[in-house]
């Protein structure tokens, strides 16, 4: 079996993306101590600016659980959010970017917005709004890239 931090090499280098990770991590766990993150987020409209929706129901609900084996109690791999170590065979959830919480600290995270606080990898939402703005930012990244395609066949 390859280790815990074979499979996550994926800490940012760039301090920018550090800040704005642990500003997550922070939120998640204002929230588990029961503070309330929505006041400051929500008079910007844009969402770029804002935290995206909840994570649409069915998909929180059909987060697969893993179980921690003896190897990952061994390593001490802890739970992002709250930073306590995973006991063994402790029923954990499983994003699907395989990042591993406790169901207590990631689920109340979820009912806020559809991201892992740890890699911002996002789960589908029931907001159809925020799915529109989606489309449309991939849409718009779609035609940068082809007129960038244009524009390096026109000069070269
Ligand atoms: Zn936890
Ligand atoms: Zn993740």
Redesign the pocket.
């Known amino acids: 079996m390859t280790s815990y931090f074979d499979e996550h090499d994926c800490e940012p280098t760039n301090p920018e993306e550090q800040y704005r990770q642990n500003a997550l991590l922070e939120l998640a766990r204002s929230l588990m101590q029961g503070l309330d993150i929505d006041s400051g987020w929500l008079d910007v409209s844009d969402w770029d600016q804002r935290l995206p929706p909840p994570a649409a129901k069915a998909v929180v609900q059909s987060l697969p659980l893993h179980r921690i084996t003896p190897q990952q109690a061994d390593k001490g791999l802890k739970?992002p959010?709250?930073l306590?170590e995973f006991e063994e065979e402790e029923t954990v959830r499983e994003m699907p970017c395989k990042h591993l919480?406790?169901s207590?600290?990631i689920l109340p995270w979820l009912g806020k917005t559809n991201s892992c606080p740890l890699c911002r990898f996002e789960l589908p939402t029931d907001n159809s709004d925020y799915e529109e703005f989606k489309k449309d930012k991939e849409r718009r990244r779609q035609r940068e890239h082809r007129l960038e395609d244009l524009h390096g066949a026109m000069y070269t």
């Open positions: 739970c959010v709250c306590l919480f406790h207590g600290c």
